[in-house]
């Protein structure tokens, strides 16, 4: 699970990684570019990199299909209101949660490589290949639905966004014992840290 955790999030936030694609399929064409724009995110100064980071989920994450995969069970909760509110913040919560993984990938480098992508309903998924400067090397798959906006990562089997989900139910749960509304006391709490990226 830990390789999962450090698959996603060098996806996600790329850092200072060269890469080589599969041209001329559009799926993979916006992989990459999603890559690339990851990895120029992350070469910002640290002040710059919130805001780049918020424009790099607007282009190229499907933040509609993601938010309500992301709240799971949750999404039908009787708490409305905290439910339109996590759904609001979306992009900011996928925001704080990718920063939070960047300690992982501190002083990694290495290399990219995108394949030649296959169809999955109306999208495609975009085999993505990483090797670290350790000898590491991890085999996954970026999800993308018919707008090419990445919808899942995959890696040995795991979703990504079931991944990230199932960490948020241990947290709504654990609220649920004592709160009648735990969403809106998840929004409350996430929104209060100081390492809480607002993109809105």
């Known amino acids: 699970m830990k390789n999962t955790a450090?698959?996603?999030a060098t996806i996600t936030t790329s850092l200072i990684f060269?890469?080589?694609a599969s041209a001329g399929h559009p799926a993979a064409d916006r992989v990459t570019d999603?890559?690339?724009e990851a990895t120029r995110v992350a070469s910002l100064p640290a002040g710059s990199q919130p805001r780049a980071m918020c424009a790099f989920i607007g282009r190229h994450i499907a933040v509609g299909t993601v938010g309500p995969k992301l709240l799971g069970k949750y999404s039908r909760s009787?708490?409305?209101a905290g439910v339109q509110e996590f759904l609001r913040h979306s992009s900011s919560l996928m925001a704080t949660k990718a920063f939070d993984?960047?300690?992982d990938l501190k002083g990694e480098s290495g290399s990219?490589?995108?394949g030649n992508p296959s169809n999955r309903g109306s999208g495609f998924v975009v085999p993505v290949t990483v090797r670290t400067s350790k000898g590491k090397s991890y085999n996954g798959r970026a999800v993308v639905n018919a707008n090419l906006n990445i919808v899942d990562v995959e890696y040995l089997g795991f979703s990504g966004v079931t991944y990230a989900a199932r960490d948020i139910e241990k947290d709504l749960n654990q609220l649920a014992r004592t709160s009648p509304t735990p969403v809106t006391a998840y929004m409350n709490k996430l929104?209060?840290?100081k390492d809480f990226?607002?993109?809105r």
């Open 18 to 20: 060269s890469f080589s």
């Open 191 to 193: 929104k209060s840290d």
């Open 197 to 199: 990226i607002s993109c």
């Open 112 to 114: 990219f490589s995108v």
């Open 101 to 103: 993984k960047l300690k």
């Open 6 to 8: 450090l698959f996603i």
């Open 34 to 36: 999603a890559l690339e």
């Open 78 to 80: 009787s708490d409305t």
